[in-house]
């Protein structure tokens, strides 16, 4: 298993290659938290098991893992640019997940990721800076994203 800031660090990384290798933006601290909600939703709807052990909370602007939102908060609304690579220790599963949730997610906005959580019962029935319950985002995702 791995740590949400690790799984963050592999997201900026990746995204990283893109920039310069295609037209994309760097990952702000809001689109990051929501590609990590995505991540952890699609491991435990596909392979039944978290990707990482962090909690997942319902703030105001959609789920946030707390510890990474700390570690990135000075940059605002900016794109990330400063951080450390992640270490490269991910299972093929989690490699899988990760990809997959960069191609599907990935290509969405901050704003436009944050509009879709707060569409999604996970974070609707959750009561604000309550932790999202692993049980409901792993039914939720089976449901709505795995055939």
Known sequence: M??????????LSRNNLKF????TEYIS???????????QGMHLAIYGKKLFDDPIVAWMHGPVVESVYQTYKNNGARGIIDFEPPDENFTKEEEDT???????????SAWKLRDMTHNELT??????NAEIPVDKMKIYFERNYVE
């Open 20 to 23: 310069f290798a295609e037209d």
């Open 29 to 39: 601290n809001l689109k990051l938290q929501k590609l990590l909600y995505y991540a």
């Open 123 to 128: 974070w609707k029935e959750t009561p604000r």
């Open 2 to 11: 791995q740590t949400a800031d690790n799984v963050a660090r592999w997201f």
């Open 98 to 108: 990760l990809q997959f949730t960069q191609n599907a997610f990935g290509q969405f």
